[in-house]
C-alpha cells in the first residue's frame, strides 16, 4: 500500500537531490572522497535540548511541504564540517544517488525529498539540527547521525519519547545497541573489537597495547576488545582528541614491552603518533579500528613507517552483485569507487522510502510500523526501489518484500542492529590492500 497516491508524478534526478542537501550553503563542500572504507565518531558532548520540544513528529498526511500533492519530506543529520565531514561527503553522495532512484519510480506518483541539516560533527550542533528538522519542518523519518556520540545525543534528547523513526547511517558504537529504538546501517564496532582480538591472537600476539580515543566511540570499542582479547593488555589508556602532540601515548606504549600495538581513534590523532613513533625508532606491529584509515594517513606518514599494519572497518557486501551495480553507478557518476559509508547512506534512504511506501499513513507511528519489516528475510527478495515496488504493487504490505541493501541483507535485530560485514585491510607499500573480509 502507498500512503495518499493519488497525486501525479514530480520527477527529480540527482541535481534536485544535490540541491536539497545544500541547504544553508553546506552542500557544496569540496573534498575527494577516499577508496579507502573509514569512520570516525566523535565525542558525546553533553547536549542541551528540550526532549524534543513535546513534539510527537508524526509529520501529518502533509507530505512536507505541499500537501497531499507535494514530496514525502524526511530529515538528515549529517556531518557537513567539522572533524567528520569527509564521512558526510560520502554520505551525500550515497544519498543523492539512493534519492535519484526513488523518484526515478516514484512512491504512489509522488516524489521524497530529504532536508539536511548539519551536525558540525559535534553532540550540540547535531541536536540543534534534529530539533530543527523534527520541531520545525515536522519530519517522521530522521536519517543520522555520523558520530555515535551524535546520534546518541539526538536520540536521548530529541527522538526518544516520540513515534519519530531514527536511523543512524554510520554510527559503530556498541552503546547504541542499548537502545533499541535507535537503529543504525552500519554495523556495531563490537564486532570490529572482537575481529581485532581473534586476528592479533591469531598473528601470535599474547600482549596488547591499547590507546584508545576518550569518548562513547573509543571507550565502547575498548571495552569489547577487553572483553575479547585472551591475552595480556600491557598498556590501556585514553587520550583526548586535538592534540599537537602524543608523545606520551607513544612512550607509554613502547615502555609497555608490547609488540603489538592497537590503535582505536581517529585519523588526525594516529597520523600525530605514527609520526612520533617513526620518528623516535620505535617498533611494533600495529593494528587498528576502523577510523585510522585514510588517505591523509598515508599522505603525512613516512614511507615504509606503516607497512604490515592490519586495520579492521565495516565493508559493504562488495562481492555481491547489488553492490557492485551500486559501485559502478557511482563510480560513472563522480569518477572514483564508492566507500562502504555511501553505500549505508544509500540504503538508509531506499529503507526510508520503502517504509513509507508500506505504511499506512506518512505519520511516525505508522513507519514504525514497517520500518523494519521491510528489510526482514521473510518477504520476496528484492535489490533495488524499483524492484520492490513491482512487487508491493498497489496493496503490498512491509512483510512482502526483503530489501537485500547495497551494503548487505540489513536484517535489523531487537536491538536496532544490522547484519554486517567486515573487511580486513593490510597496508602494504604504504597502500592499503583488502586481505580478508568477515561476516558480523
Known amino acids: 500500500m502507498v500512503p495518499n497516491d493519488e497525486t501525479g508524478p514530480n520527477r527529480r534526478g540527482v541535481l534536485r537531490a544535490s540541491g536539497l542537501a545544500g541547504l544553508g550553503g553546506l552542500a557544496g563542500l569540496a573534498g575527494c572522497v577516499s577508496t579507502t572504507d573509514n569512520e570516525a565518531t566523535e565525542t ?62 516514484g512512491i504512489g506518483g509522488r516524489d521524497m525529498e530529504i532536508i539536511v541539516e548539519d551536525s558540525q560533527s559535534e553532540s550540540q550542533a547535531g541536536v540543534s539540527a534534529a530539533q530543527k528538522l523534527v520541531n520545525q519542518d515536522g519530519v517522521p523519518f530522521l536519517i543520522g547521525a555520523v558520530g555515535s556520540g551524535v546520534s546518541l545525543a539526538i536520540y536521548q534528547s530529541v527522538i526518544q519519547g516520540t513515534d519519530v523513526v531514527q536511523l543512524s547511517q554510520n554510527s559503530t558504537s556498541p552503546d547504541l545497541t542499548n537502545f533499541p529504538g535507535l537503529l543504525r546501517m552500519s554495523p556495531t564496532g563490537s564486532t570490529q573489537s572482537t575481529a581485532l582480538a581473534n586476528i592479533i591472537g591469531e598473528d601470535g600476539y599474547d600482549s596488547v597495547a591499547l590507546a584508545w580515543v576518550n569518548n562513547d566511540y573509543g571507550q565502547g570499542l575498548a571495552e569489547t576488545f577487553r572483553e575479547a582479547f585472551d591475552g595480556e593488555i600491557a598498556y590501556d589508556q585514553p587520550h583526548d582528541q586535538g592534540q599537537s602532540s602524543y608523545s606520551s601515548t607513544v612512550s607509554g606504549m613502547a615502555n609497555s614491552g608490547a609488540d603489538a600495538w592497537l590503535f582505536i581513534t581517529y585519523q588526525p590523532e594516529f597520523t600525530t603518533m605514527a609520526q612520533e613513533a617513526y620518528s623516535n625508532g620505535y617498533e611494533a606491529q600495529f593494528y587498528g579500528a576502523d577510523s585510522v584509515a585514510g588517505p591523509d594517513v598515508l599522505g603525512n606518514t613516512p614511507e615504509g613507517s606503516l607497512d604490515g599494519m592490519k586495520i579492521v572497518t565495516p565493508s559493504a557486501a562488495i562481492d555481491q552483485e547489488n553492490y557492485q551495480n551500486f559501485a559502478s553507478e557511482f563510480e560513472s557518476e563522480y569518477g572514483e569507487a564508492p566507500t562502504s559509508w555511501s553505500a549505508f547512506a544509500y540504503d538508509c534512504v531506499i529503507t526510508a522510502a520503502l517504509s513509507i511506501a508500506t505504511a499506512d499513513e506518512f505519520t511516525g507511528a505508522a513507519l514504525q510500523e514497517t520500518v523494519r519489516d521491510v528489510t ?43 547484519v554486517g560485514f567486515l573487511q580486513i585491510l593490510t597496508v602494504e607499500n604504504h597502500e592499503y590492500t583488502q586481505t580478508g573480509t568477515i561476516e558480523g
Open 44 to 105: 558525546d558532548t553533553e547536549a542541551s535540548g528540550d526532549g524534543g520540544g513535546g513534539s510527537d513528529s508524526d509529520g501529518g498526511d502533509s507530505g512536507g511541504d505541499g500537501g497531499d500533492s507535494g514530496p514525502y519530506t524526511i530529515g538528515m543529520v549529517n556531518s557537513l564540517t567539522g572533524s567528520l565531514s569527509a564521512f558526510g561527503q560520502r554520505n551525500e553522495r550515497g544519498k543523492d544517488l539512493a534519492l535519484a532512484a526513488v523518484n526515478d519510480v
Open 376 to 418: 526482514r528475510p521473510e518477504g520476496e527478495e528484492v535489490f533495488t526501489f524499483a524492484e520492490a515496488m513491482d512487487v508491493l504493487g498497489d496493496d503490498g504490505t512491509p512483510s512482502d518484500i526483503d530489501y537485500q541493501g547495497v551494503s548487505g541483507p540489513i536484517d535489523f535485530d531487537e536491538n536496532g542492529d544490522p
